[in-house]
Structures are given as C-alpha cells and as structure tokens.
C-alpha cells in the first residue's frame, strides 16, 4: 500500500509542489458547475434554452 503511496506522489510530484508553491483554488468554478447542474435537474422541461440561460445567470451571478 506505501509503495502504492508513493508511486503516485512520484508520478503527480509537479502538481503537488505547484500545490505548495501557488495559493489558488478551482473551488469556485468547481460550486458555479454544481449550482448549474442541480438547476438543470431541477429545470427539466425548460422549453426555452434562452430563459434557462438566463436563469442560470440569475442563480450565479456571472456575466456570460
């Protein structure tokens, strides 16, 4: 199993150190797409793709 360990930390050691190094997140985007995805699964049977594009812009608050 610490072989299994380590042979990945090995493998991925660029984006673990860049990790360590960088103070940035992808958290943000990564809750817009959930937001997104629970509206689409609860706006199923929107016949309009406009309107659900604008509901997507009120429930997230972006400018697209």
């Known amino acids: 199993m610490i072989k299994k360990i380590a042979k990945i930390m090995l493998a991925r050691k660029d984006a673990f150190f860049a990790a360590a190094i960088y103070n940035e997140s992808n958290g943000k985007v990564e809750g817009t797409n959930n937001k997104i995805m629970l509206l689409k699964l609860r706006a199923y049977g929107y016949r309009n ?16």
């Open 49 to 64: 793709m406009a309107r659900f594009k604008l509901r997507i812009r009120l429930e997230t608050s972006c400018l697209f």
